[in-house]
């Protein structure tokens, strides 16, 4: 955990409890009389000022683990109002206040409730972010089953993996499957044109690209080099020459920003197959094949 960033970050989270803790201390001091050393039960100090301090813990590993903003505040306004509820008991196990004060009573009595329902509804919005979330990234859920197998520049799976589920779909009977194998026009030429490290990134978002426009269950993996592979499940040629041509779309307007904040362009070339009687490798092969200008050699790596 980095301190300074946390502090940094939410600065104005954390000192508002922390004021209001130091200003109920204050007041304590300033109401009652100091108990005695006899008078001390440490079973209750230990347990309410561990309870303190656990919400207050609470607090900061949800600021480290969130960006700012309502949902954030909403989680730590709870936890404060829990945090300084416990912090009064603790006050009243030192400090003896006189009878005829009752703000001790409210604080204690009303802060945990208050900070209950803060809490509860923002439990609450966290699970409809986390929803949403999960939503987008479910798409890429496929990509990430197996680590094992993942390119590490994009990363996305490569070809050895492709053809582990090309076997798993094309094992299910009667279920129509589509392969289009993309590869990037005169990527040689971006290469060099734009160096290694652009050019890398240029292919790490270019699979972004491809994974936004992709539907639920379609899988992307990168082939080799400058060429991805989309599998397309219960799909047939018409369906597949849509997405193709919505792919190669979506590559063509896809305004890459170089590290000069210059403009690069991309087209994509397309090959389609759609399973005939075809094993994991012969479908990749007429993929490949259906490549303009290709050549029945060209191989994964
Ligand atoms: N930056 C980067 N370049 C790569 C990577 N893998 C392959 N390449 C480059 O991709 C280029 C692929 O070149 P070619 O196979 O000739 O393809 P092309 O230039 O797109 O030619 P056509 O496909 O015929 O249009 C080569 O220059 C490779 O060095 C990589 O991981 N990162």
């Known amino acids: 955990m980095n ?6 970050r939410h600065r104005g989270t954390l000192i508002i409890p922390i004021v209001i803790a130091n200003v109920i201390l204050l007041a304590n001091l300033a109401s009652g009389d100091t108990k005695s050393w ?52 603790v006050m009243d196990e030192f400090i003896r206040l006189p009878d005829a004060i009752v703000w001790d009573h409210w604080l204690e009595s009303g802060a945990m409730p208050v900070g209950m329902i803060l809490l509860t509804l923002g439990i609450y919005h966290w699970h409809k ?12 859920e ?4 197996e680590h094992r197998s993942l390119d590490n520049l994009t990363p996305l799976s490569g070809a050895h993996y492709l053809r582990e589920q090309l076997k798993r779909e094309l ?6 499957l589509a ?4 590869d990037l026009h005169c990527f040689d030429h971006s290469r060099r044109l734009l160096g290694p490290s652009d050019s890398d990134r240029l292919l790490k978002e270019l699979g972004e690209l491809l994974l936004l426009n992709l539907r639920q269950q379609d899988l ?11 599998v397309l499940p219960m799909t047939q040629q018409a369906e597949a020459d849509r997405i193709a041509c919505e792919l190669q779309q979506a590559v063509r307007h896809f305004a890459f920003k170089t590290r000069r904040g210059e403009s690069h362009f991309m087209t ?23 490549l303009p200008g290709a050549t029945a050699s060209w191989q994964a790596a």
């Open 3 to 8: 301190v300074n960033n946390l502090i940094a």
């Open 38 to 89: 006899q008078e001390l039960v440490w079973l209750d100090i230990a347990g309410e000022g561990g309870a303190a301090l656990l919400a207050l813990l609470w607090i900061v590993l949800i600021l480290n683990s969130r960006p700012g903003g309502r949902v954030t505040r909403m989680l730590v306004a709870g936890l404060s109002g829990i945090f300084l509820s416990y912090w009064q008991d």
């Open 129 to 140: 972010e986390q929803q949403a979330i999960s939503a987008q990234l479910i798409r890429r």
């Open 142 to 145: 496929r990509i990430f089953r």
């Open 171 to 176: 094992s299910r009977p009667d279920q129509p």
């Open 179 to 182: 392969l289009i194998m993309l």
């Open 220 to 230: 992307l993996c990168r082939y080799a080099g400058d060429r991805f592979a989309i």
């Open 268 to 290: 994509a070339q397309m090959g389609i197959a759609v399973a005939h009687d075809d094993d994991a490798c012969s479908l990749i092969e007429r993929a490949n094949q259906r």
